[in-house]
Structures are given as C-alpha cells and as structure tokens.
C-alpha cells in the first residue's frame, strides 16, 4: 500500500526530473543560437554586410525545398556590373569599394522584403526571388534594378556612371539548384553580349550555347592535358630588303574529331573559364623553345606572341616569361608581346605597370590592330611601346583614296618620330605593297607573302630567301610562293 511518504518521493523525483530536461533543453537553444552567430559572421560579405556566397547557398537551398513543398516557383537573378574593373584602375580600388557598398543598397532597396540579396564576390551580386508565379511577378523588380543604376554614383567629387547586366533562371523550370546559378550566369553573358544594360531569362536558345560552351570547357580542359596546341607562324618581312624578319606566333588548337580550330573560336572560352593563364604560358614557352630550335639551324628568329587581355591580371606574367627566356637562353630582343590597342585603352592603368615591367626586364611590346580608335600624339608618347602594327582595314584602302594614304603616312612618320617600328599587316596586293614601302613602313605581313606556316616551312623560307638574296639580291614576290 503507497503511503503519503511513498508519493512525496515520486513527486520531488518528477520535479528533479523535469527541471533537468528543461535545463538540458535551455542549454540546447543557447548552444543552437551560439551556433548561428558564428555562422552569421562567418557568412556574411565584410564589405557590403550582405549574404555572402556560402550563405547564399544555404539559402537557395532552403528555397528550393519550400519551393518543391508548396508547388510553387523561386528565381535567380545573377547580377554582374557592366565596366566595372576601369573604375578601380582610373579612381582607385577605394572609390570601387564605394560603389559596390552603394549598389548594395541599391539593390535591398529595389527588391521587396521577400527577396534575398548577396554578393558572390568581386563585382557579382545575387538576388533570390521567392513566393512567384511566373517570369512577370518578377519583371517589374527586376526594371527597378535597372532603374536603379541610372542615378550617378557620387564619390570623392566624381561623378560616375554606371549600369548592370542581369541574368534569370527559374526554379523547377531551368533545372535543379546546382545548374540553376550556372543558367542564370549564362542568361547573364547574353545580356552583357547584346549590349548589357538589360536583363534576358534563360531560355532554349541560352541551353543550346550553354552546351556548347560547357562542351567546350571539358574539350579545352583535354587539350590542355593532352597537349593538343601547336603554333602556326605568320611570317614577317622587310619593305626594303623583302627578306624575312621574324614571325608572328599563332596557336592552333589541333581537336581530335573537329580538326583544326582557330584562337577566335576558343580563347574567349578559356577566358571565360580560367585556363588562359595556362594556354598563353604554353604559347610563350613553346615560342621560346622555337627561338631556340632556330638558332641551332643557324637562324637568328624574332617572334611576336599575341597577349589576351585577361593576362592582365596575371601578376607573375613577365617573371614567368623571364624564367623561360632563361631556360632556353633567348635573348630578350627576340620576343615581343603583341597587346590589342583596345585592350590597352580599357584596361589603360593596368596596361602601363605591365608596360614598366616589360621595359624593366627589356622586353618589347607592339600595340596591334592600331589605328581603330582616335589617338593623340601624348597618348602615343606616354604608352612608350616599340612598335605600332597598322590594322588590316587601315592597310585595305591605302590605294583607294587619297584621305587613306595621307592618315598611314602621317602615322608612320610620327611613330618613327617616336622612334617606333611599324608593321603593317593584311598587305594582300602589290599596289598596298608599293606604297607601304614608299611611305616607308618597316615591315609588311600579309597573305601576299605568305598564309601561317609550320616552324619547317618557316625555317626554309629563312634559308632560301637569304640563298636568294645573296645571289640575286632583294627578293619579289613569287619568291615567297617557291619558298
């Protein structure tokens, strides 16, 4: 029989009981909470106090999964600021950090109270869109994010204008949340390619040119394994003498079922995917072991080397490029970089520290494709290049009028005043040829002479045309065609 005492006891136990679960449950919730804190700061973008990548990711995840639950629709909009990189080289990286603080507000400011923004990194922002129906519930927003960049952004007493391109991709409809960041970033470039400044959604014709790109990606990745490049060589030639001063390097991507494919069709994609610093090492190296190969055949080879804009940003270009003129005991007078004259006008500041870093390991640069913007005399005196390479449609209509010759004539006297080489390339006829050489261009490229050859048939145009002008003097024309 339970006395009294018996129940007292089962009581103050039940009591001890439930005070332990409750502290154990207290604790529980300050560890949890402890928990996210840590998490909070770890995931969050110093600069912007936004979202950063890896808590964006945990948000989309979540989305998703409310998503699928309620049947309804989520979206992705990737956001990438249209010229943003001038403006850390022209005001400086303080007035960038700025800008993208400011966006950020902009951008909380545009969306509604639903929708999530985070930056991913560098100039790359994020917005998940939640609780819609379709691609119009979210249009109206997205106009206001456009919107939102006319405004001037006003810093340091600087004006400065600035637009964003936007790719959208939606959930279920453009594939699950790992390939949904990769469709918006694709429906992205396509806005940035039609002109930027405006927004496109992922759509078929987008998928088609994803594939084909991301085919490209893992084709690029064998060929960068399996050594699938080789260089083609656009001879150079003297206006006066008409013997052989060097080449221009061109890569060739050699694909096992595609054949031969063009630098046009795949640099761009290397860019895009990070293997340029890789395929333009390749060029260089192998560039010099060509020097190397030609001096053992008795012949002193001067070449040129395209450089991407991309390489730019690649801070151990030139020591990297030391490091193979050393392995393979080229002077540094034989290689010369060739940098786009667009290139070098939009990325104007990081172009000069690697010109001074050239010019403090010797090596030559050439300005290419001159000629197709407007240019001032001290815009060419500060640049300080060695050689200037006339543009093919600057080279076209020379013997077409009169306006033409006199511009090329002009050019070329100011560069030899600024004591430049000039080449001029595209030289397709003997009337384009005549007058490059009366005007006095130093050397002349084109498919007159000769289309891209291999380093064979380089090096017995080398030997034959020195045989030839020994005996005969300087060469014509035919004798590049029998070389």
């Not at 964003?164 to 470039?189: F, H, R, T, V």
């Not at 390097?249 to 494919?261: D, E, Q, S, V």
């Not at 050393?326 to 034989?334: A, C, L, R």
């Not at 000069?352 to 815009?379: Q, S, V």
């Amino acid at each position: 029989m339970t006395t009294s005492y018996d129940i007292w006891l089962i009581l103050l136990s039940l009591l001890a009981l439930g005070s332990a679960i409750l502290v154990a449950f207290r604790a529980g919730i300050s560890s949890r909470q402890a928990h996210i804190d840590i998490g909070h700061i770890g995931y969050k973008d110093a600069l912007t106090k936004l979202p950063n990548r890896h808590a964006f990711q945990y948000q989309l995840e979540a989305a998703a999964k409310r998503c699928t639950r309620a049947g309804n629709t989520i979206a992705l909009a990737y956001i990438d600021l249209d010229h943003f990189k001038p403006i850390n080289d022209n005001f400086g990286h303080h007035v960038g950090d700025i800008i993208l603080i400011s966006v950020a507000r902009r951008l909380q400011a545009a969306v509604r109270g639903c929708d999530s923004v985070a930056r991913l990194g560098g100039d790359e922002f994020v917005v998940l869109f939640e609780e819609i129906k379709s691609k119009e519930d979210i249009t109206p927003i997205v106009e206001r994010i456009i919107s939102s960049f006319r405004e001037p952004f006003l810093i340091d007493r600087h004006q400065i204008e600035m637009s964003c391109s936007i790719g959208i991709a939606l959930y279920p409809y453009d594939g699950d949340i790992e390939k949904l960041m990769i469709n918006a970033d694709a429906a992205m470039y396509k806005a940035k390619e039609d002109g930027r400044n405006q927004f496109k959604f992922f759509d078929s014709e987008i998928e088609s040119e994803t594939d084909s790109l991301l085919e490209m990606q893992y084709d690029l990745l064998a060929a960068i394994e399996n050594n699938q490049f080789s260089l083609a060589f656009q001879p150079k030639v003297d206006s006066k003498t008409r013997l052989l001063v060097g080449a221009e390097a061109l890569i060739r991507w050699n694909h096992p079922t595609k054949g031969i494919i063009l630098p046009r069709e795949f640099i761009p994609v290397a860019e895009h995917f990070g293997f340029i610093n890789q395929i333009n090492g390749w060029v260089i190296e192998e560039a010099c072991r060509a020097i190397c190969r030609a001096k053992v055949q008795g012949i002193d080879l001067n070449l040129s080397v395209n450089l991407s804009r991309q390489q730019f940003r690649n801070t151990f270009l030139v020591e990297e490029t030391v490091k193979w003129l050393n392995q393979y005991d080229v002077p540094t007078q034989n290689l010369t970089f060739e940098i786009k004259e667009t290139a070098a006008i939009k990325n104007e500041a990081q172009f000069r520290l690697l010109l001074a870093k050239f010019k403090a390991a010797n090596i030559k640069i050439a300005l290419d494709d001159f000629g197709l913007h407007p240019f001032t005399l001290t815009y060419l005196q500060n640049l300080e290049v060695d050689e200037l390479k006339l543009d093919r449609i600057f080279i076209s209509k020379i013997d077409q009028d009169k306006a033409s010759k006199a511009l090329i004539d002009a050019v070329i006297r100011l560069a030899h005043a600024l004591n430049l080489n000039v080449v001029a390339e595209g030289v397709e006829t003997e009337a384009q040829l005549d007058l490059l050489t009366e005007l006095g261009c130093n050397h002349l490229q084109g498919y007159l002479f000769s289309e891209p050859v291999s380093e064979d048939q380089l090096f017995m145009q080398f030997k034959q045309l020195e045989i030839h002008f020994e005996a005969t003097g300087p060469s014509v024309v035919s004798d590049y065609q029998e070389a």
